[in-house]
């Protein structure tokens, strides 16, 4: 049987994961002061553990935790109040919360908006982000991110400077704006998604990314590029478990697809099929649809290389990049044969616009290998290695080497 601390602590932990950027955002919306909102929904959850061990959990315990918040910010407010700032801000926040006022039904919108505004760096998005919106300590983004916690509290520290300073608005673009602020947005969940993708411990990053893509989708059900992203996230997701094999990376085609999540599968083509339904494509959907080719195919023989080819026809028309084109050389030699993609990636290795990317050399010796041309793919292979930014790259290519 549970022990009541540990329900208790149960509660509070998914309050946490749900709560939190509502608690918060709520308090900005209020207050406009970030750092304020931050140490009192700190507060509250804290309280939640001592008041909910002694009254149990509250039915709404967001509610609660709203509540609770706002009454430390006034305690605080109050102490420290000197000037008119001080004085708006306490009018504010105790009036009656049942009294109407201007608000969008969920001021996490206005958050996520604020956050990915294009005047901050993008590194700096990204932080206030997970720092705001999911609650991850400064300590954790660091380490998610390589960087020292005393660099990433400095960003945070200059973002949210910056966001007073320039009088950053706090609210939803109008729609004249919206579409590429929702892109600004998108970017930096798919980053913070990648980022955990990447590292073999990196599951609460890609969860992370996930949910704030579902909020995102329940904020804003109208746009079909957060249903993309989140189907492009699940399909990806479903296969982490087969991306490596004893710390080396396992390519795509030689993973066993038994071991892939299949709930996950269908909920991503499921969003996709979303998607699609509106008829806005964009290029998350794209990239979705090409994700829906590779999981669905029941091995790597049957996969649809023609469809994946002119998925990325697409793709590069809606959103270009030498990244791209890289991937449609590779479908493009699986479709038509593999003179035709080397012909491509020799093409992009001579516009030198990929020059130190690893999957540059790593393609095209593999193109080279598939090709029976084992001496040049080997020199492809080193060069591949010497750009490789895991180790589970590394050991991937080091494996290829030895098979040469």
């Not at 504010?92 to 996490?108: A, C, K, N, S």
């Not at 760096?121 to 983004?141: D, M």
């Amino acid at each position: 049987m549970t022990a009541p601390d540990d329900r208790v602590r149960a509660a509070v932990d998914a309050a946490f994961r749900d709560e939190w950027g509502q608690v918060v955002a709520t308090l900005i919306g209020l207050t406009g002061d970030w750092d304020l909102a931050e140490d009192c929904a700190q507060d509250a959850f804290a309280s939640a553990l001592t008041n909910w061990r002694r009254d149990g959990v509250p039915r709404r315990p967001g509610a609660w935790l709203t509540t609770t918040a706002r009454h430390r910010a006034i305690d605080r407010l109050r102490r420290d109040a000197a000037g008119a700032g001080k004085v708006r801000q306490l009018a504010v926040l105790t009036r009656d919360p049942d009294e109407p006022h201007d608000e969008i039904p969920d001021e996490r919108l206005r958050l996520i908006f604020t956050c990915c505004h294009p005047a901050l760096p993008f590194p700096a998005r990204v932080a206030l982000t997970l720092r705001t919106l999911a609650g991850l300590s400064t300590a954790e983004i660091a380490r998610a991110f390589l960087t020292a916690e005393s660099t990433m509290a400095q960003r945070l520290v200059r973002a949210k400077r910056k966001i007073h300073e320039a009088g950053i608005p706090y609210r939803v673009p109008p729609v004249e704006v919206l579409s590429p602020r929702l892109a600004a947005v998108l970017a930096v969940l798919y980053l913070i998604f990648n980022q955990g993708y990447d590292e073999e411990d990196g599951r609460a990053l890609t969860a992370e990314a996930i949910r704030l893509a579902r909020l995102l989708i329940r904020l804003m059900p109208q746009e079909p590029e957060p249903r993309g992203l989140l189907a492009l996230m699940l399909l990806h997701e479903s296969r982490r478990a087969t991306r490596t094999d004893d710390g080396a990376l396992v390519t795509l085609e030689n993973q066993d697809r038994s071991r892939w999540d299949h709930a996950l599968i269908a909920e991503g083509v499921a969003t996709l099929d979303q998607a699609l339904a509106s008829g806005r494509i964009g290029g998350y959907q794209v990239q979705a649809a090409i994700a829906a080719c590779h999981v669905t195919a029941p091995d790597s023989a049957s996969t649809d290389w023609p469809q994946i080819a002119a998925l990325y026809t697409e793709l590069a028309r809606l959103a270009p990049s030498p990244v791209v084109d890289l991937n449609h050389a590779v479908a493009v030699a699986m479709a038509d044969g593999i003179p035709a993609g080397l012909a491509l990636v020799d093409e992009i290795t001579a516009s030198g616009r990929l020059d130190r990317y690893h999957l540059l050399p790593a393609t095209r010796a593999d193109l080279l290998r598939r090709d029976g041309r084992p001496a040049e793919a080997e020199a492809a292979y080193e060069q591949a290695l010497q750009l490789a930014p895991t180790e589970a790259e590394r050991r991937y290519l080091t494996g290829r080497l030895r098979e040469l």
